[in-house]
């Protein structure tokens, strides 16, 4: 047996664990926060301001971070890091601002330009970095990525490098609470593909066994609890969103060592092109990847079924169907426009995670039976 396995994050999880730490909040003399605007409405922000104020540590707030950041937007923030000389930087909210916040970090003691982050070669160590996520799905606060819209390629593409693993993460899930159901279902689809994708990877090991299955096992609970409560999602308890929570951060600390593959490769585009959030992309893929694979991963995929009490592909299909039709209409895509997001696809260098051989054309029909 073999195996690497390497989080350097330290992760504080539980109801008030910011105020409750606050002396790990002081890492160095000036934070850099970077966010979105939700931070302000979930109370996550003003926790970290207090905290930051009671201990006497100077802060700037960089809060435009876009919805899908690209080059541009990070180095925006990166120059504003070295304007106010930034010792560390604190990233609130979902993956977008944390993602923003590994790619900010590292562009504020490395003058390249920002195309030169996917050479995922850094000479100087990046700032510090403490994150805060205040969604449950993207796993970001304990993966070394940095997810960017790349618009050179018309998708997205990752920056790596185990020097932007932040080096603490505070996980409450009271900041998740006044999320609507639509984000609570993207982010938790995106939390179950990391998951399944991670677990059928070509680099998954046996090592990695209690993520998957404490992960997946969770989500079992948190999807029936979601679905009751899809009329009125204030009806989701503390707890559902606290298990939410505590599977979107297994499924980073997989995806840290195994990587994503097929289902992400493919959702990249439908974000980019057709604006489709990034779980909920993947979500539309999940059913028709797992029968694609079915023939190679048969023991694999059976046993995803099982630990989320699910019977076989096809009620899994429904179930996924059933959470994102209460969403709304997919938007209309054409047969070209699949084949061109199929040729960008079988580029990326995830596509290689899957066991099974993938080609352009098993692309293309995976599109098709997943949006017609």
């Given at each position: 047996?073999?195996?690497?396995?390497?989080?350097?994050?330290?992760?504080?999880?539980?109801?008030?664990?910011?105020?409750?730490?606050?002396?790990?909040?002081?890492?160095?003399?000036?934070?850099?926060?970077?966010?979105?605007?939700?931070?302000?409405?979930?109370?996550?922000?003003?926790?970290?301001?207090?905290v930051l104020t009671d201990n006497g540590v100077k802060y700037e707030i960089f809060n435009r971070v876009k919805s899908n950041p690209d080059l541009e937007n990070v180095l925006d923030g990166a120059d504003v890091a070295r304007k106010v000389e930034a010792?560390?930087?604190?990233?609130?909210?979902?993956?977008?601002?944390?993602?923003?916040?590994?790619?900010?970090?590292?562009?504020?003691?490395?003058?390249?330009?920002?195309?030169?982050?996917?050479?995922?070669?850094?000479?100087?160590?990046?700032?510090?970095?403490?994150?805060?996520?205040?969604?449950?799905?993207?796993?970001?606060?304990?993966?070394?990525?940095?997810?960017?819209?790349?618009?050179?390629?018309?998708?997205?593409?990752?920056?790596?490098?185990?020097?932007?693993?932040?080096?603490?993460?505070?996980?409450?899930?009271?900041?998740?609470?006044?999320?609507?159901?639509?984000?609570?279902?993207?982010?938790?689809?995106?939390?179950?593909?990391?998951?399944?994708?991670?677990?059928?990877?070509?680099?998954?090991?046996?090592?990695?066994?209690?993520?998957?299955?404490?992960?997946?096992?969770?989500?079992?609970?948190?999807?029936?609890?979601?679905?009751?409560?899809?009329?009125?999602?204030?009806?989701?308890?503390?707890?559902?969103?606290?298990?939410?929570?505590?599977?979107?951060?297994?499924?980073?600390?997989?995806?840290?060592?195994?990587?994503?593959?097929?289902?992400?490769?493919?959702?990249?585009?439908?974000?980019?092109?057709?604006?489709?959030?990034?779980?909920?992309?993947?979500?539309?893929?999940?059913?028709?990847y797992l029968k694609f694979n079915y023939d190679s991963e048969e023991y694999k995929i059976n046993m995803v079924l099982k630990l989320l009490g699910i019977k076989d592909i096809y009620e899994f299909e429904k179930i996924i169907n059933e959470l994102i039709?209460?969403?709304?209409?997919?938007?209309?895509?054409?047969?070209?426009?699949?084949?061109?997001?199929?040729?960008?696809?079988?580029?990326?260098?995830?596509?290689?995670?899957?066991?099974?051989?993938?080609?352009?054309?098993?692309?293309?029909?995976?599109?098709?039976?997943?949006?017609?």
């Amino acid at each position: 047996m073999k195996f690497n396995f390497f989080i350097p994050t330290r992760i504080i999880f539980g109801e008030n664990c910011i105020k409750e730490n606050s002396n790990l909040m002081c890492i160095g003399k000036k934070a850099l926060i970077v966010t979105g605007k939700s931070s302000k409405k979930n109370g996550s922000l003003d926790d970290v301001l207090s905290v930051l104020t009671d201990n006497g540590v100077k802060y700037e707030i960089f809060n435009r971070v876009k919805s899908n950041p690209d080059l541009e937007n990070v180095l925006d923030g990166a120059d504003v890091a070295r304007k106010v000389e930034a010792d560390f930087i604190i990233g609130i909210g979902g993956g977008s601002p944390l993602d923003a916040s590994k790619s900010i970090a590292t562009l504020a003691t490395n003058l390249i330009e920002p195309e030169e982050l996917f050479s995922n070669m850094i000479k100087k160590r990046p700032l510090p970095i403490i994150a805060i996520p205040t969604t449950a799905g993207t796993g970001s606060e304990v993966t070394p990525y940095s997810i960017l819209t790349y618009d050179k390629i018309g998708s997205k593409k990752s920056f790596f490098s185990p020097l932007i693993f932040p080096k603490i993460a505070f996980l409450d899930a009271k900041y998740t609470m006044s999320l609507s159901y639509n984000v609570t279902v993207d982010t938790m689809l995106d939390a179950l593909s990391h998951l399944i994708e991670g677990f059928l990877s070509v680099k998954y090991n046996n090592f990695y066994e209690y993520i998957v299955v404490n992960g997946l096992n969770s989500l079992k609970t948190c999807y029936k609890n979601v679905l009751d409560a899809s009329t009125d999602i204030k009806k989701l308890d503390f707890e559902t969103r606290e298990l939410l929570l505590y599977s979107s951060t297994l499924g980073g600390m997989l995806i840290a060592h195994t990587g994503t593959s097929v289902v992400h490769a493919m959702g990249y585009s439908l974000t980019y092109y057709k604006e489709i959030p990034h779980g909920r992309a993947n979500g539309i893929l999940l059913a028709n990847y797992l029968k694609f694979n079915y023939d190679s991963e048969e023991y694999k995929i059976n046993m995803v079924l099982k630990l989320l009490g699910i019977k076989d592909i096809y009620e899994f299909e429904k179930i996924i169907n059933e959470l994102i039709r209460k969403e709304g209409k997919i938007p209309e895509i054409s047969r070209d426009e699949l084949n061109k997001y199929s040729s960008i696809a079988i580029k990326a260098s995830n596509i290689a995670n899957n066991k099974k051989s993938v080609t352009q054309d098993d692309l293309l029909d995976i599109y098709t039976k997943s949006i017609f």
